[in-house]
């Protein structure tokens, strides 16, 4: 094969620095199901603040790549939008433990959900990010509307706060029920069985509630990429930096649930921090037109933004260090 087509460019970047990446994506999947996670049980803490520690270093590493070999600013947009999505991300972590506990998965499954669940993220944030950035490259007016949302959400998300999923009245469960055969108990780790229909007795196919807690964290992952993938726009418009930092964000924080999960109530003053950040990444846009620059410096986007979420957590971990959690993986509120 001709070297010349790896240096082909498409979306901005040279062929080759995509096809590596994505390189890189498919062997730490590989080894972390393959080897780490071969066997199906449940994912102690240690475990998985070693596993997001090397997780977290490896999308760093990444990042000091892209500083040295595309230059400082996309270096720092890179970092910017790993702290942002990273950050965002917490979020999910809260919906995924109402998941499994209103589908009562076994914590020794959990691992294997999550893994098919972040093969899924990939290929649907690669499709939005995708298509933001075409629209971005043809109407330049689009990156405004992406900056007001950004603001409008902030402001709603400090007024109004956060109430969690209703499950039990999910409209999306509701229809699998409705639609498909739905076992009432778990098959291990299987996500679809055959079994013998409960009128006509032949065997026809079930899909498992594992199955059904897949497909919810699929659309949870869609309705927080509709915060996400604008504010990373909102840094750069770069598409090469802004699926990056995304999917190395989301690699990490998905070894880290086991963590968080347990004592995500110690982060409960995160979410006006995250507010904030998103009205100050949406509003630098109108800033920088308003003080007639090109684009609004990075190293001040990176500070501020490190800044905000650093005190949000800072001022959790004050405020409740004398709190227990009342969050526990696999914990069960409702029967299937």
Do not use: C
């Amino acid at each position: 094969m001709d070297l010349a087509f790896f240096a082909v460019e498409w979306l901005g970047k040279p062929l080759w620095m995509w096809l590596a990446f994505v390189g890189i994506v498919i062997a730490l999947l590989t080894f972390d199901l393959g080897v780490l996670h071969k066997e199906n049980r449940p994912i102690e803490v240690r475990e998985s603040l070693v596993l997001s520690a090397v997780y977290i270093g490896l999308g760093l590493a990444f990042g000091g790549w892209v500083w040295w070999y595309l230059g400082p600013e996309p270096g720092m947009n890179y970092l910017t939008g790993f702290v942002v999505e990273k950050t965002l991300a917490l979020d999910n972590v809260f919906v995924i433990a109402l998941i499994f506990s209103f589908f009562a998965v076994p914590a020794q499954y959990q691992h294997r959900v999550l893994f098919w669940g972040i093969l899924g993220v990939i290929v649907l944030r690669a499709i939005m990010i995708g298509l933001g950035a075409t629209l971005v490259a043809q109407f330049g007016w689009v990156l405004y509307l992406f900056a007001a949302f950004l603001i409008v959400t902030g402001i709603k998300m400090l007024l109004l706060g956060d109430k969690p999923p209703a499950l039990a009245d999910n409209a999306l469960v509701a229809f699998m029920r409705r639609r498909f055969n739905v076992t009432d108990e778990h098959h291990g780790e299987r996500f679809f069985v055959r079994e013998p229909h409960p009128v006509s007795g032949k065997p026809v196919w079930f899909i498992t509630p594992l199955f059904m807690a897949l497909i919810l964290i699929e659309i949870a992952d869609v309705i927080f990429a509709v915060d996400s993938v604008p504010a990373i726009f909102a840094i750069t418009t770069d598409p090469f930096i802004v699926y990056t930092s995304n999917i190395f964000a989301i690699l990490g924080l998905r070894a880290l649930y086991f963590a968080l999960a347990a004592v995500i109530e110690r982060f409960r003053y995160l979410k006006p921090a995250l507010a904030v950040v998103l009205i100050f990444i949406g509003s630098k846009i109108f800033v920088a037109d308003l003080l007639g620059l090109e684009k609004f410096p990075a190293a001040i986007s990176l500070g501020v933004t490190f800044g905000i979420i650093a005190a949000g957590v800072i001022w959790s971990l004050i405020k409740t260090r004398h709190s227990g959690s009342s969050v526990l993986v696999g914990e069960s509120t409702d029967a299937r």
